[in-house]
Every structure is written in C-alpha cells, then in structure tokens.
T-cell receptor, first 114, second 109 residues
Framework: DTAVSQTPKYLVTQMGNDKSIKCEQN?????MYWYKQDSKKFLKIMFS???????INETVPNRFSPKSPDKAHLNLHINSLELGDSAVYFC?????????????FGSGTRLTVV | GENVEQHPSTLSVQEGDSAVIKCTYS??????FPWYKQELGKGPQLIID?????GEKKDQRIAVTLNKTAKHFSLHITETQPEDSAVYFC????????FGAGTRLTVKP
C-alpha cells in the first residue's frame, strides 16, 4: 500500500491549458508539501500545508494553487500552463511541521508542456 | 533562509571503493540533516539522517558525520556496489526542508 501516491505519473499538455495533480498520503502525517524538480534535479519547495492550512508559499506564480480538502490530501492546480512549468512535481508528507522529521515523497508527476 | 551547498555534483567510483559527499549549511537553527537517494524515475527516499545533538551515525555501509561548529555534514558510503548508483541529496531543516543540488554517484562494476 503506497504511503504517498500521486496521480497522474505523466502529464503532457499544451500551453495555456489548466491541469491538476492529486496527492494522497495514508501515513497519518499532519504536514504535506509540493516540491518542483527541474531538469538539473534541483528540488525546490513550493508549498507546505499543515492540517489543511497553508504554512509556506514560496515565490511561486499565482497560476499555481494548492488545495487541501483534508490533511491526507494536497492537490496542485495549475492555470494557463507555460513551457517553463515543465518539470517533475513531487508531493511529500511529514509527521509534523518543524522538528526532526524526515519527509516521505511520492513517485512524482512528470509534467511536459508543449 | 537556509542555504545548502553540496559537492561534488558528480562522483564516479569503482565498485568496492568508498564515496564521500559533502554539504554545508548556513542557518545555525538547522537541527536535522537527512540524506535522500533518488533512483531514476522515482521519488527521493530517506536513507539516513542525523540530529544536531549527534556527531556521527552509522547504518551498515552508510555513515553521516556532522560538524555543527563548521556547519558541515557528510555522507560516507563504503564498499560501494552498482546498486548505489543514484542521485544523492543532502538537506537541512530549521523548519522546512532545504535541499542541496544533488550528487550523481556512478559505481562502475
């Protein structure tokens, strides 16, 4: 049973479209995250939610909107997709915000904007 | 905010040799230092971590060391095997996790 699951695994779409990526964790963790990994493998945090509340919102265009219906789910909606949005997006979760807790990552969603 | 630098960016070793990856961090409030391994097409997976009140930790062929004064921490892999080939990330956590840029390790059979 997958701990952090993301769907879809691959997403190919045209510029200007709107798309969503879904994430679910069954670990009972309080905090969930979205990370973007670029072509050079750099992992950059985008958002952090703790018990459905937004904690971190890094410098991310407002075309990106996270939504957390409950603490087990954190979805990412992207409006008006641009070529530069092409990347691998990882969802992660941790027991709580702060403290010495590691993250459990999903397997990623490879987004390609053409 | 926290800034984590990681070296080298690529590392190639012969099977059986040791590999060392080094990281530095900037925020003295960081108190947790995990290491992640990312295999092709997969998400990063936690392989070992160290807390700020510990100087060294070992788990079979993997060890981490932490020098809080110098703000350095390192990953040591001994007796490397081809299946150790992957991208390794260090991270430091004051509140949220900040990652280094990654090291691509290749172990040649």
């Amino acid at each position: 049973d997958t701990a952090v699951s993301q769907t879809p695994k691959y997403l190919v779409t045209q510029m200007g479209n709107d798309k969503s990526i879904k994430c679910e964790q069954n670990l009972g963790h309080d905090t969930m995250y979205w990370y973007k990994q670029d072509s050079k493998k750099f992992l950059k945090i985008m958002f952090s939610y703790n018990n459905k509340e937004l904690i971190i919102n890094e410098t991310v265009p407002n075309r990106f909107s996270p939504k957390s219906p409950d603490k087990a789910h954190l979805n990412l909606h992207i409006n008006s997709l641009e070529l530069g949005d092409s990347a691998v997006y990882f969802c992660a979760s941790s027991r709580r915000t702060g403290g010495a807790y590691g993250y459990t990552f999903g397997s990623g969603t490879r987004l390609t904007v053409v | 905010g926290e800034n984590v630098e990681q070296h080298p960016s690529t590392l190639s070793v012969q099977e059986g040799d040791s590999a060392v990856i080094k990281c530095t961090y900037s925020d003295s409030a960081s108190n947790y230092f995990p290491w992640y391994k990312q295999e092709l097409g997969k998400g990063p997976q936690l392989i070992i971590d160290i807390r700020s009140n510990v100087g060294e930790k070992k788990d079979q062929r993997i060890a981490v060391t932490l020098n809080k004064t110098a703000k350095h921490f390192s990953l040591h892999i001994t007796e490397t095997q081809p299946e150790d080939s992957a991208v390794y990330f260090c991270a430091a956590k004051p509140n949220d996790m900040r990652f280094g840029a990654g090291t691509r390790l290749t172990v040649k059979p």
